[in-house]
């Protein structure tokens, strides 16, 4: 069946069996105790943005790989010394460090591709 990763997420889980989920506002939004549950698993999804984030985000259980598909970007990560700007154009894909902080700010409207592990993911505004 054809999954829109914009709208769901394809949770890949330790078994190797995957799953469909409502993804966005839908998914971030359940009980604590069931997004542990997805969490553990690897989250597969694509967005498009046409502005930048409002806000910061951290993956404290693992790494994350980000993969602009098409357009251009600016991945940004917070250290204890400051700010670390990435620069990433159609193709590029970055890992980010579990338990950075980073957001991204859109130099022309882009689409990315995620991979991460939910569990225990923070949001705060920029």
Known sequence: M?????????LLDASG???TVEGGD????RPPDELDRFGRGWLLSE???????PQWEM????????????????LQLEWPTGI???????????????GAWH??????????????MGAGTQHRPL
């Open 2 to 10: 054809a999954t829109d990763l914009s709208s769901h997420y394809v």
């Open 17 to 19: 069996a995957s799953s």
């Open 26 to 29: 839908a998914f971030w939004s």
């Open 47 to 53: 967005y498009t943005f046409a502005s930048d984030w």
């Open 59 to 74: 993956h404290p259980e693992a790494d994350e790989v980000v993969r602009l598909m098409s357009g251009a970007a600016e």
């Open 84 to 98: 670390q700007a990435i620069r990433l154009r159609a193709g590029d894909a970055y890992v980010i460090p579990r």
């Open 103 to 116: 957001t991204v700010k859109v130099l022309e409207p882009c689409r990315m591709l995620h991979v991460t």
